[in-house]
């Protein structure tokens, strides 16, 4: 059943296919205009046609069209894949390196489009990554944020970005925490104060100090039971009792 825009080629053209050299597989049900076809400009087109027809991958990957040859390397033979990496298209590229093993990504851990290096920073082993602890964009290193091994995090605490600071101090060793006291961004000290909450019993953020009344023990609701905010009183309060029944529970 056709769907999606007008069945054109990748340059706008009507397709047709009595020219097309793989006509064989309209007479078996595996392409056909509208809803299957390599040579459709329209992705989920040329997706559906691979799924169909997986064993034409390996003989597509130079395909002119880049949405050919990204579906292409998604089921081509592994030892195909190599070439792509220096393929004019970043998908293409990213799909080869998400493809390929690990140690591939490390020759375009400098690629110009961020795509490619975002690809590269979830296919790298995570000992791999502090190249990519300073790169440019904020979304590469978020993904390092996420990935990287613990050891490698301190680097990353005065990271500019506030989402990036928020995922280290998610994961980062206890002892770092305290280094989150001075941030400039209150949802980041939040997070911190879910953490090692009676380093925030005094922070001038009613988000911080909330999050430290969820979150302390008896001695930091000490500290929050008389706070000048009715919401962070009421909040120690019930986190105090919900302590003190579970200590009566024991």
């Not at 989920?44 to 046609?49: M, P, Y």
């Not at 380093?199 to 911080?208: A, G, K, Q, S, W």
Request: charged share 35%.
């Amino acid at each position: 059943m056709p769907e999606g825009p007008e069945p054109l080629d990748w340059e706008g053209r009507a397709l047709d296919c009595d020219s097309c050299r793989f006509r064989m597989r309209l007479d078996l049900g595996q392409c056909g205009l509208g809803w299957s076809c390599l040579n459709d400009r329209y992705a989920k087109r040329i997706e559906r046609f691979f799924l169909l027809n997986p064993e034409l991958a390996d003989e597509n990957l130079a395909h002119p069209y880049f949405e050919t040859r990204v579906n292409a390397a998604r089921l081509a033979s592994v030892f195909r894949l190599p070439r792509l990496l220096d393929d004019p298209d970043p998908a293409v590229r990213s799909m080869a390196i998400l493809r390929l093993p690990q140690a591939s990504a490390e020759r375009l851990m400098d690629d110009p489009d961020r795509n490619v290096r975002i690809a590269v920073a979830w296919r790298l082993p995570p000992n791999k990554l502090l190249p990519l602890v300073h790169d440019d964009d904020p979304g590469i290193r978020l993904v390092v944020a996420r990935r990287a091994e613990e050891g490698m995090l301190p680097v990353m605490i005065s990271d500019p970005d506030p989402e990036v600071r928020t995922h280290v101090v998610r994961r980062i060793g206890p002892d770092w925490i305290d280094r989150f006291r001075t941030d400039p961004d209150p949802l980041v000290r939040r997070e911190a104060a879910r953490r090692r909450p009676m380093l925030f019993v005094e922070d001038h953020d009613i988000r911080v100090r909330h999050a430290a009344a969820e979150e302390g023990c008896e001695k930091v609701l000490a500290h929050l039971i008389d706070d000048p905010e009715e919401i962070i009183r009421e909040t120690a309060s019930a986190r105090l009792a919900k302590l003190e029944g579970a200590a009566d529970v024991d």
